[in-house]
């Protein structure tokens, strides 16, 4: 099966970046749909963002529009997800997940159950 391999959280500054990286096994990643979450302390898991298997579509919450940028590079399997101008309410465990079911280059997945595969998550801390 697929795994997911997240790396680049940590803790940061308010208005700082960061860029997570999440990386797939098998050779089968450009036919994934990817998306990032995110869940606080009290709160459900959110879509932070998502991407079609060919990032013709793009999805993102409204609370990141402007900060966050998703992207992929299918050679690298690879989903990243650059975050500019955090904030403290961006603290949270953030995970990746990769949707396999879908066969259109250009769903676009933003229910965590049709997600297949999870990522551990990471960390990432914006402190004031």
């Known amino acids: 099966q697929v795994q997911l391999v997240e790396s680049g959280g940590g803790t940061v500054q308010d208005g700082g970046s960061l860029r997570l990286s999440c990386a797939a096994s098998g050779r089968t990643f450009s036919r994934y749909a990817m998306g990032w979450f995110r869940q606080a302390p009290g709160k459900e898991r959110e879509l932070v963002a998502a991407?079609?298997?060919?990032?013709?579509?793009?999805y993102y919450a409204d609370s990141v529009k402007g900060r966050f940028t998703i992207s992929r590079d299918n050679a690298k399997n690879t989903v990243y997800l650059q975050m500019n101008s955090l904030k403290p309410e961006d603290t949270a465990v953030y995970y990746c997940?990769?949707?396999?079911?879908?066969?259109?280059?250009?769903?676009?997945?933003?229910?965590?159950?049709?997600?297949?595969?999870w990522g551990q998550g990471t960390q990432v801390t914006v402190s004031s």
């Open positions: 991407i079609s298997r060919s990032a013709g579509k793009i």
């Open positions: 997940a990769a949707e396999s079911d879908s066969w259109h280059t250009s769903y676009l997945a933003l229910a965590p159950s049709e997600y297949d595969y």
